[in-house]
């Protein structure tokens, strides 16, 4: 009976011990904070000489987050975007992208992409650029292939919605094919290229 007892309280430390250090692990990397708004153009680009496709009515979603690790090897960030499809009778897609970062140390960062005023138009409904504002984002930060963050902004009530839909990539825009690069790179950690 002692040794069964003995056995029963050694147990309850062992599992006390491990779910401490289980909690005690912290997230790697945390959103704080994510918005898709209007991005107004460098000045280089924003002249009268300006190319006309680039336009003026782009928008941005940003993405903020810190990280705890000293160094991670990748971050990558995953964008989706409520859209919907005006050559297609409004049908509704989510417009996708994605970024990896390298060597990505401890601290507060950037991610983002772009939504150039074609793509706005195509994909902004009936109201064309202007619904955007309205529209739900999602975004994912996974480490190492795995999931680590999640976030929505202006529906967070509709889990699950950026897996509903028609996925269009190759409509967002980002940093290294805008125009703000390369003058917003130092504010981003280095961006994986694609082969």
């Known amino acids: ?17 491990l779910l ?23 000045g280089s680009v924003a002249s009268p000489a300006a190319c006309k496709e680039l336009g003026e009515d782009w928008q941005y979603l940003e993405v903020k987050f810190s990280t ?3 160094l991670m090897e990748e971050v990558q960030v995953k964008y989706y975007i409520e859209g919907y499809d005006s050559l297609k009778d409004n049908v509704f897609v989510v ?3 994605e970024d990896t970062f390298l060597n990505v140390p401890k601290g507060d960062h950037f991610a983002g992409i772009y939504l150039d005023p074609m793509t ?5 409904g009936k109201e064309g650029a202007r619904s955007f504002k309205k529209n739900n984002a999602h975004v994912q930060i996974l480490i190492n292939g795995r999931m680590e963050a ?10 699950g ?3 509903q839909g028609q996925q269009v990539a190759g409509a967002l825009v980002n940093l290294k094919d805008s125009p703000w ?15």
């Not at 706005?120 to 902004?124: A, E, N």
């Not at 999640?150 to 889990?159: G, L």
């Not at 790179?185 to 694609?194: E, G, P």
């Open 68 to 70: 705890k690790k000293p």
């Open 95 to 97: 417009l996708v992208g």
């Open 181 to 195: 690069w390369p003058s917003e790179a130092r504010h981003y950690n280095r961006i994986k290229s694609r082969n």
């Open 20 to 42: 401490s250090r289980l909690y005690a692990q912290e997230e790697p990397v945390k959103i704080t904070d994510v918005k898709l708004d209007k991005a107004n153009l460098p």
């Open 120 to 124: 706005l138009i195509r994909y902004g």
């Open 1 to 17: 009976m002692n040794t069964m007892i003995a056995r029963l309280v050694m147990g309850s430390l062992l599992a006390g011990v």
């Open 150 to 159: 999640e976030q929505d902004i202006n529906k967070k009530d509709d889990q």
């Open 161 to 163: 919605w950026f897996t």
